[in-house]
């Protein structure tokens, strides 16, 4: 799952992702490559494609540590190709370098901005308040769990086991009061110490995959887990749990416009996605983003 829970010690797990594309590069023909998302008229953005756009957009490789993070990628890159093709078909020019550019992110923000109508701000407290009554959704605050978090590479073997039965065989031991979740993020982090093991605070549950819907349907005290997403298999101790609830006015009016206009930005792109998408028939492979990882989809 995207790690939302740690700090961003990523190095281990980046450079075993791109030695992963690197030999999917080299060993197949480009032109056979399996695509990882496909568009309705055949073109298809594969494995070496992601690469390429990882050692362009150093922002997002942290993204790409598992499965759901790759999809998120993969959207991005398809909203830019027809962002790009948007723009031909508009006769938006183009600078000569970056003509034969399939991924042009920074044409693919000159092409939206064209398509999409301004979003401003509020102009004034007034102005603020009314949208603050007619969006609630826009001022919710999203469910929050205080997490225990134990994670371990899937390829792991802790004490000659591997990853996901050790921790399957420590939670059977936590039920049973023969051990502490304590005790089993501290032996954990003797295997792996790349991401923190145990409390993790307050976590916000504002996006969601598998993992996070099982998080988000937990009650407090409950284990979680062992799940495998992607090259990891965690388990999951919910602490504390709260739902989510909307704001008062008195809690947000001095942001309220600054999230009125964020709150545009992010459903004009959404809106605009998927109008794209449609058009250009969007199709994400979910079987080959688990051939990167070298396994089938993630317990559930």
């Not at 998120?72 to 020019?93: D, F, K, N, Q």
């Not at 309220?256 to 709150?263: E, F, G, I, M, P």
Request: aromatic share 8%; with cysteine.
């Amino acid at each position: 799952m995207r790690n939302r829970f740690g700090n961003s010690r990523r190095a281990l797990a980046l450079l075993a992702l791109a030695g992963l594309w690197a030999v999917s590069a080299a060993a197949a023909d480009p032109a056979a490559e399996p695509g990882l998302l496909r568009f309705s008229g055949g073109e298809t953005i594969t494995a070496s494609d992601l690469s390429r756009y990882l050692d362009q957009r150093i922002d997002l490789r942290g993204r790409a540590r598992d499965r759901w993070g790759v999809q998120r990628v993969l959207r991005e890159m398809a909203l830019a190709r027809a962002l790009v093709w948007e723009g031909e078909r508009m006769g938006e020019p183009r600078l000569s370098a970056e003509a034969s550019e399939r991924f042009d992110d920074a044409y693919a923000l000159a092409v939206s901005k064209k398509l999409s109508p301004p979003c401003e701000a509020p102009a004034d407290r007034a102005a603020a308040r009314r949208f603050y009554e007619e969006n609630p959704q826009a001022f919710m605050v999203p469910p929050m769990l205080r997490l225990g978090r134990v994670m371990l590479p899937a390829s792991a073997q802790v004490e000659g086991v591997a990853a996901r039965d050790w921790l399957a065989a420590q939670a059977r031991a936590m039920a049973a009061a023969s051990t502490t979740f304590d005790a089993v993020a501290q032996r954990a982090d003797g295997v792996y110490r790349l991401e923190p093991q145990g409390d993790l605070g307050w976590v916000l549950l504002t996006q969601e995959n598998a993992v996070l819907r099982r998080l988000a349907a937990a009650q407090a005290g409950e284990l979680v887990g062992p799940v495998r997403d992607g090259d990891f298999v965690y388990l999951f101790l919910v602490h504390e749990k709260r739902d989510g609830r909307p704001l008062a006015w008195d809690e947000v009016a001095v942001s309220a416009a600054a999230r009125a206009l964020n709150y545009c930005r992010e459903n004009t792109r959404k809106k605009l996605e998927d109008a794209l998408f449609a058009k250009y028939g969007v199709a994400l492979d979910d079987a080959e983003i688990d051939r990167l990882f070298g396994s089938s989809r993630s317990d559930e």
